[in-house]
């Protein structure tokens, strides 16, 4: 089983939906969370950190669900410039923090 | 965010020459940066974790000697592919961790060798 695991996609969605993104964690040691989104042929850029309490930057909310072991990302009202692919990262204690990279969700919103 | 830089951009060798690229954090001081690389169509994947300082800790199946890893200073770690095969074409990204733990990326290095 990999450590972070995301919904396969891709994802085809119009402008104006509402597109939820799931991802799944199995090291209990896991303590901090993010989302990035990468567009295509360049880096990974940090989208938003995810917190217990849950977190919204304008249309896109994030959620942590430590008991289930599982991170979500809202996008509402999609937009064409939101195509792109969303990765879910995890950092685990594990006596130094390692970093997972989730193998991302692509996502494609046509008009 | 947090602004990091990578150089070159792009970069074309021929087979056996050796390249180096540098990652730099502009705006904040990073004792752990990070080397990826990525395939077409493929994930992100860890190479070595390197520490300002100290020996990078390279990833199962990263060989050490053939991507050397310097860390110098708190704002500045560099990859160095040594004799370089067509089989390491790639895009290579770097990242810089801040005390918050989240990355910033370099806007990668795409490595093409002939």
């Known amino acids: 089983r990999k450590e972070v695991e995301q919904d396969p996609g891709p994802f085809n969605v119009p402008e104006g939906a509402t597109v939820a993104f799931n991802c799944t964690y199995s090291n209990s040691a896991s303590q901090s969370f993010f989302w990035y989104r990468q567009d295509c042929r360049k880096e990974p850029k940090l989208l938003m950190s995810v917190y217990s309490s849950g977190n919204e930057d304008g249309r896109f909310t994030a959620q942590l669900n430590r008991a289930s072991q599982y991170i979500s990302l809202l996008i509402r009202d999609s937009k064409l410039s939101d195509s792109a692919t969303y990765l879910c990262?995890?950092?685990?204690?594990?006596?130094?923090?390692?970093?997972?990279f989730g193998a991302g969700t692509r996502l494609f919103v046509k008009a | 965010g947090a602004v990091v830089s990578q150089h070159p951009s792009r970069v074309i060798c021929k087979s056996g020459t050796s390249v180096k690229i540098e990652c730099r954090s502009l705006?904040?001081?990073?004792?752990?940066m990070f080397w990826y690389r990525q395939f077409p169509k493929q994930s992100l994947m860890l190479m070595a974790t390197s520490n300002e300082g100290s020996k990078a800790t390279y990833e199962q199946g990263v060989e050490k000697d053939k991507f050397l890893i310097n860390h110098a200073s708190l704002t500045l770690s560099t990859l160095t592919v040594t004799s370089a095969h067509p089989e390491d074409s790639s895009f290579y990204i770097c990242s810089a961790r801040r005390e918050t733990y989240e990355q910033y990326f370099g806007p990668g290095t795409r490595l093409t060798v002939t």
């Open positions: 990262v995890v950092n685990i204690n594990t006596g130094g923090f390692k970093t997972i």
């Open positions: 705006d904040f001081q990073a004792t752990t």
